[in-house]
């Protein structure tokens, strides 16, 4: 008996201390405005473990080794502590009636005594009515002074005391039950005990689960796939998840709260919430549910009421730990089973595949063969991004060296970046393309989509490998794989959402290949899914009449690249791209109009193209002659990443300048490139590219503000993109994929470089001023 009261104590101050004592009477103050009261009352109790062994080793090692012992503890302190609360409430509330009652008979005549007193008891009965709003005589206590349940000086047992010094009655912590049939017995027998004459709360009416933090992430306590989890296990525990949600199942219901009455009419147990079933986590589903409950008070049975049921949403996801995730996107042909999670009540908002889970479970024994089951009881919230303090020291060199000029430092990263691939030079353009895609990576939004456009997809492809290894997540797709997300049935009829590459890829980036070799059907979900920035959730044509459709948002940057050589000989049923030309069957938008950046590898003339070949030539050919000593990147890896996380944690704003330029630019191309026919050249989401490629351009030249020069940088892409096209740029751009071998690095990213996109950006604005002039918001 001594352990248990040093546990219920322990418990005790662990709420006071915590916050929780002051939560439960806010928490009650807001239910008795209520009308009516909610059936059950609802008040989580969040448990820091690192804490909580500050004030109990024992209590702090239940929670992890027995949690469902530990619930009840925390269950029953809550219990009494919402007694004692609300009995203190009641009587708060009754002093301040009876003083209005008082007042208003004081401030009446003598003719009208007995009709105010008769209107002040018509409000008072009024507010005591279920279906009635509170009086407005009746005042909520003031929440703002609070007073605490535990007092620091005194012993145990006057602590317990203490905390229970307003309840007429004494409670037994260790015999609850036997406490409620004693309150029960003094309640008219067609009298709620929740009703608002008295807001006493039976044990069975109180959820409160355990929210459990703190937990160290050790290998002790996270499990790393199935092999991790026991198979003797005696009692439920506690343990970590962290991994990447790869298919989930549509929602569905469980009881929560359920009521019984008894069958017999002179008892006590006819009570409304006498004999209440509430789901407790750890618990199996079916034991809310009685199948013949016996009155406690009397032994009669028990008959439900349908009526009063409660039921909420519940959900199984699939997940997959780091290490698996890890590796199937470097091997798409593995296949690992997955952990089976349950999440219930408000974890069920914001899951969708591909999302980052990390969670508190409690692993919850079954029958052997059955593997035991997890249950969900806390999901972290994503950490924050937490950048290095400072750069690393060939970046730090960098910034310095290139401070005195706004394009330079964006340009010698491309210029450096996957040297190891190709030499330095080439592929200039796809390299910068990539590099800002890199750094518009997010799990709010979509990234950059880049399309790498070229006869040698062999290097495109190496080079999308190459830079995918520094998104924050990659998935390199496989035809194995699906491409967006599928549904299927399982056995016990539940619908399961299984995420393709595109959700899968959440907040990172997603390698679809040779988007020359795709089908029709494969291009139109793709395109679709980036044009609208949604994914929808294929079914089958069984299924499509009884699932609802599933949508997801797209969190990914894509990344293909396409051979125009590769296309099928195109029929008369077909509609020929005016940019691409090959053939797109029904597609209500073109290759290059969905992704944001398109890169041209090649040129009309071919002349940068056999020069870059050389070079290209030249470097296979040196590191064959010395396969075991590869040369050094000039950008090392982890200096790289590290660099590329300050980039993504930036958070920037657009300036005057650059808002003008980027709206000003799209509303004149617009108007000159536009068709009557085939409408205009410059899609209507270029205007998003366009600010996209601002922002992260700005974020690689570690700027907080998007000022006129990275608008400029973003409009030379563009343009770059629309010569290719066409064959002509309005902005006398011409396209260089590849950097010129034989040209000094001042020419190409130093002060000459500097020059040129000055001029470029006078003339940009002089664009702007003659074919916009009639539009003041632009000007």
């Given at each position: 008996?001594?352990?248990a009261d ?11 201390a915590s ?15 209520l009308?009516?009261?909610?059936k059950?009352?609802s ?9 909580l ?9 239940l929670?992890m ?10 269950h ?6 919402s007694?004692?609360?609300?009995l ?7 002093n ?6 008082t ?28 279906h ?10 003031d ?27 004494e ?6 039950n ?16 929740s ?7 039976t ?15 050790v ?6 796939g ?6 003797y ?8 998840v962290s991994?990447?949600?790869?298919s ?7 009881t ?5 009455m ?5 008892c006590?147990g006819?009570a409304?919430?006498?004999?209440v ?14 199948q013949?409950?016996?009155?406690r ?18 959900t ?5 730990s780091?290490?698996?995730?890890s ?11 997955a ?5 219930r009540d ?14 508190t479970?409690?692993?919850?024994p079954?029958?052997l063969?059955?593997l035991?089951?997890l ?7 994503p ?26 430092l ?5 210029y ?5 691939v190709?030499?330095a ?30 006869s040698n ?9 190459y ?7 990659a ?5 194995l ?12 009829g539940?619908v399961?959402?299984?995420?393709g ?17 795709f ?25 499509r009449?009884?699932t609802?459709t599933?949508?997801y948002?797209?969190?990914a940057?894509?990344?293909?690249c396409?051979?125009p ?13 005016s ?18 950046l ?6 009309c ?14 470097q296979?050919l040196?590191?064959?002659?010395e ?18 996380c ?5 958070r ?5 300048q650059?808002e003008k ?9 617009r108007?000159?490139?536009g ?48 010569a290719?096209h066409?064959g002509?740029?309005?902005l ?8 010129p071998?034989h040209?000094d690095?001042?020419?190409?990213l130093g ?6 996109m ?12 003659t074919h916009?002039?009639?539009i003041?918001?632009?000007?």
């Amino acid at each position: 008996m001594e352990r248990a009261d040093n546990l219920y104590i322990s418990a005790l101050r662990w709420l006071d201390a915590s916050g929780g004592l002051d939560r439960l009477r806010s928490a009650l103050v807001a239910r008795a405005a209520l009308c009516p009261a909610l059936k059950v009352f609802s008040t989580p109790v969040y448990v820091n473990v690192m804490y909580l062994r500050e004030i109990s080793e024992e209590l702090a090692d239940l929670v992890m080794s027995r949690p469902v012992e530990a619930q009840q503890i925390f269950h029953r302190v809550v219990h009494v502590a919402s007694v004692a609360i609300s009995l203190q409430l009641n009587s708060s509330s009754n002093n301040m009636l009876e003083a209005s009652v008082t007042t208003q008979n004081d401030t009446c005549p003598d003719d009208d005594h007995g009709a105010q007193h008769n209107h002040c008891a018509k409000n008072y009965h009024c507010a005591q009515d279920d279906h009635c709003p509170p009086a407005p005589a009746t005042d909520i206590p003031d929440t703002e002074h609070l007073t605490s349940l535990y007092l620091e000086n005194q012993d145990k047992c006057q602590k317990v005391a203490t905390m229970l010094g307003a309840v007429t009655k004494e409670l037994s912590k260790v015999d609850l039950n036997a406490t409620l049939q004693s309150l029960a017995s003094n309640l008219p027998l067609d009298a709620s005990v929740s009703g608002d004459a008295t807001t006493i709360l039976t044990p069975a009416q109180i959820h409160a689960p355990l929210r459990v933090v703190g937990i160290p992430w050790v290998k002790e306590w996270v499990l790393g796939g199935i092999k991790d989890l026991p198979l003797y296990l005696q009692q439920p525990t506690l343990a970590l998840v962290s991994g990447r949600v790869i298919s989930v199942m549509l929602p569905t219901t469980y009881t929560v709260w359920a009521r019984y009455m008894c069958s017999s009419g002179g008892c006590v147990g006819t009570a409304r919430d006498l004999h209440v079933r509430v789901f407790a986590v750890g618990r199996p589903e079916a034991d809310t549910i009685h199948q013949h409950p016996v009155c406690r008070v009397c032994g009669s049975p028990l008959v439900e009421d349908p009526s009063s049921r409660e039921l909420s949403e519940k959900t199984r996801v699939m997940v997959l730990s780091d290490a698996q995730a890890s590796a199937l996107t470097k091997d798409v042909h593995t296949r690992v089973p997955a952990l089976n999670l349950v999440l219930r009540d408000e974890m069920l908002q914001g899951i969708v595949p591909g999302q980052q889970v990390l969670a508190t479970v409690m692993i919850v024994p079954q029958q052997l063969p059955l593997l035991p089951s997890l249950e969900a009881v806390t999901l972290h919230p994503p950490p924050p991004l937490r950048p290095p303090s400072s750069l690393p020291p060939i970046f730090r060199r960098l910034v310095e060296d290139r401070s005195s000029s706004p394009w330079s430092l964006v340009l010698t990263l491309a210029y450096m970046f996957a040297a190891s691939v190709t030499p330095a030079g080439t592929f200039h353009t796809l390299k910068l393309a990539l590099l800002l895609s890199l750094a518009s990576c997010s799990s709010d939004k979509a990234g950059l989509a880049v399309l790498g456009v070229g006869s040698n997809t062999t290097l495109l492809l190496r080079l999308l490998w190459y830079a995918a290894r520094y998104a924050p997540h990659a998935v390199l797709h496989s035809s194995l794989n699906a491409l967006t997300a599928s549904s299927m049935k399982d056995s016990e009829g539940n619908v399961w959402v299984q995420g393709g590459s595109l959700l899968l890829a959440h907040g990172g980036v997603c390698v679809l290949g040779d988007f020359s070799k795709f089908k029709k059907e494969s291009r139109q979900s793709v395109c679709s899914a980036l044009e609208s920035g949604v994914i929808q959730v294929g079914c089958g044509s069984r299924a499509r009449q009884h699932t609802p459709t599933l949508t997801y948002p797209l969190r990914a940057a894509a990344w293909a690249c396409y051979d125009p050589a590769h296309a099928r000989p195109r029929t008369t049923t077909d509609t020929l791209d005016s940019f691409l030309h090959v053939p797109l069957g029904d597609l209500t938008k073109s290759i290059t109009d969905v992704f944001g950046l398109v890169v041209y590898t090649e040129t009309c003339g071919g002349e940068l193209e056999s020069e870059a070949e050389d070079v290209i030539t030249l470097q296979t050919l040196l590191q064959g002659t010395e396969p075991n000593s590869p040369p050094p990147a000039l950008l090392p890896h982890q200096q790289l990443n590290q660099y590329l996380c300050i980039v993504r944690g930036l958070r920037v704003v657009f300036s005057t300048q650059a808002e003008k330029l980027i709206r000003g630019y799209y509303v004149a191309t617009r108007r000159i490139r536009g068709d009557c026919v085939q409408g205009s050249a410059v899609p209507i989401t270029a205007i998003n590219t366009l600010a996209q490629v601002a922002a992260s351009h700005a974020r690689l030249a570690l700027r907080c503000t998007v000022e006129g020069w990275d608008a400029a940088a973003a409009v030379l892409m563009c343009e770059e993109a629309l010569a290719a096209h066409s064959g002509y740029s309005l902005l006398h751009v011409i396209p260089t994929p590849h950097l010129p071998p034989h040209c000094d690095l001042h020419t190409l990213l130093g002060r000459k470089n500097d020059e040129r996109m000055i001029n470029f950006q006078k003339n940009l604005e002089d664009f702007i001023h003659t074919h916009t002039g009639d539009i003041p918001t632009i000007q």
